[in-house]
């Protein structure tokens, strides 16, 4: 077997990694770049690779930096299946209109991919189940279930040839926490490809809902705004739930608007709502006589009309809109009106890549510039780590721990100082496990 990786390396999007064997080829991932790599335009070049030897794709996951090139296979002339549980097909669904839509809306923005293309693309999936191996040419493929966002798979491959089994990550999800199900082990792998996106980090212990009911109360006191840039697939839902707990308990007036000002969010939130089996234990025992996602004063804006009016509303109130990393979407407006009052917080919930008006602002940007808009930040700036939904340095070496024969661990998805911490850490933890770093376009033979 051979891996070529054409994303995710040293980087943290782009995921896409080429895997060979004597007759078949697989596509694990065909993510979008982000950030500034996205300048660099890697998203409209075609991938080094034989594409006469690529018999499927196997998505781990529908966030846009592991599905968002998938509709460009078309022009490459790819006609095989794209493999995919249920509820990643769902969310996948929204992820690329969604990007095709933006594509088409903002200016100076390369248009990758239509509607259409993403039609003819949908058209091409077959569902797969955690935990059922099916076959692919050379190879036996088995999903687990990974614990990241919903319908998110680490994908197990056996090569009928050799036997020797190598397991791609996907992203890893910060094991427990508040939705989903846990992360699933692989009990048995030769090499494994793994995200490394906090290696260099241990995660704290989960305090997010305390740290929101502070910030909420702050809010509430001083009559102020609170902007939470939120991915729509996964974080958008865990806001919710938290708000919905928060109202419960009475640690949050009532009467406190909270806006889900992302039309994808609300449709997202509609999906987890019809996959009630991925949830955790807790989560499964509410939904069955309560909404998790529902409070009172939760305000949905489905329309661009209602997100404009959000302005004019006065005194106290809570926004979550995308995108996460602050590089589209309608949290920009609210920038524009907000982040220039003392009196606002912005959130930061999830993380944020290099090169995003996200990471400008975290970084301590005094300005930024928004639509030609020199936008002055006056607002708190806050983070709550602990929403990380990637497990941490201390979660991966403990996932990797669980493989029987595991002789080689290449290490991806991780800016370069988190990968080489966590490569370090690996060595220590497993010295005869030879250690990875792959670069762009490189290929290694397994």
Same mark, same amino acid.
């Not at 690329?96 to 239509?114: C, R």
């Not at 687990?144 to 090569?159: E, P």
């Not at 995108?323 to 609210?334: E, I, K």
């Given at each position: ?121 949908? $058209?091409?999936?077959?569902? =797969?189940?955690? @935990?059922? %191996?099916? /076959?692919?040419?050379?190879? *036996? ?111 949050? $007036?009532?009467?406190?608007? =909270?806006?889900? @000002?992302? %039309?994808? /969010?609300?449709?997202?939130? *509609? ?176």
């Amino acid at each position: 077997m051979k891996i070529k990786f054409l994303g995710a390396a040293s980087m943290v999007t782009g995921s896409c990694y080429f895997l060979t064997g004597k007759e078949t080829g697989l596509l694990i991932d065909y993510g979008m770049f982000q950030g500034k790599i996205e300048e660099t335009g890697l998203n409209s070049i075609k991938p080094k690779i034989d594409f006469d030897k690529l018999t499927a794709v196997l998505l781990t996951h529908a966030h846009l930096d592991h599905c968002g090139r998938l509709p460009l296979l078309l022009r490459y002339g790819f006609r095989g299946s794209v493999f995919m549980t249920e509820a990643t097909k769902a969310l996948v669904e929204l992820v690329l209109y969604d990007s095709a839509k933006l594509a088409k809306e903002e200016e100076n923005k390369v248009i990758l991919y239509t509607d259409e293309d993403v039609d003819k693309i949908l $058209k091409q999936v077959q569902l =797969v189940e955690y @935990d059922k %191996p099916f /076959a692919v040419g050379d190879f *036996e493929i088995t999903f687990l279930d990974a614990g990241h966002i919903l319908g998110s798979a680490t994908v197990l491959i056996k090569d009928k040839n050799t036997g020797k089994l190598i397991s791609f990550s996907g992203d890893l999800g910060n094991t427990p926490e508040p939705l989903l199900s846990p992360t699933h082990w692989v009990n048995k792998a030769d090499v494994s490809v793994v995200e490394s996106t906090y290696g260099d980090e241990i995660h704290k212990r989960r305090d997010e809902v305390e740290e929101l009911a502070k910030i909420v109360m702050e809010a509430e006191s001083e009559n102020g705004t609170v902007i939470i840039p939120s991915f729509s697939l996964q974080r958008s839902q865990e806001i919710l739930y938290i708000f919905d707990q928060l109202k419960k308990q009475g640690k949050m $007036k009532a009467e406190t608007p =909270v806006f889900l @000002d992302s %039309p994808m /969010a609300i449709k997202a939130t *509609e999906v987890f709502r019809e996959f009630p089996n991925l949830y955790n234990r807790k989560l499964q025992n509410q939904a069955k006589t309560d909404d998790p996602f529902d409070f009172p004063s939760l305000v949905l804006c489905d329309t661009l009309e209602k997100s404009r009016q959000i302005k004019n509303l006065v005194g106290v109130k809570i926004i979550v809109a995308g995108s996460g990393m602050m590089t589209g979407g309608r949290v920009l407006h609210h920038v524009i009106s907000f982040l220039g009052d003392s009196k606002t917080q912005l959130v930061f919930v999830g993380y944020q890549a290099d090169g995003t008006m996200g990471r400008q602002i975290k970084d301590g940007a005094d300005n930024v510039n928004v639509w030609g808009n020199i936008v002055t930040v006056k607002a708190k700036i806050k983070e709550i780590k602990t929403m990380s939904s990637h497990a941490d340095q201390v979660q991966i070496l403990n996932w990797l721990g669980k493989m029987e024969g595991l002789s080689q661990v290449i290490l991806t998805h991780g800016e370069e100082l988190p990968r080489l911490v966590l490569a370090e850490k690996v060595r220590q933890e497993f010295p005869n496990v030879k250690v990875s770093l792959p670069v762009l376009d490189e290929e290694i033979e397994i």
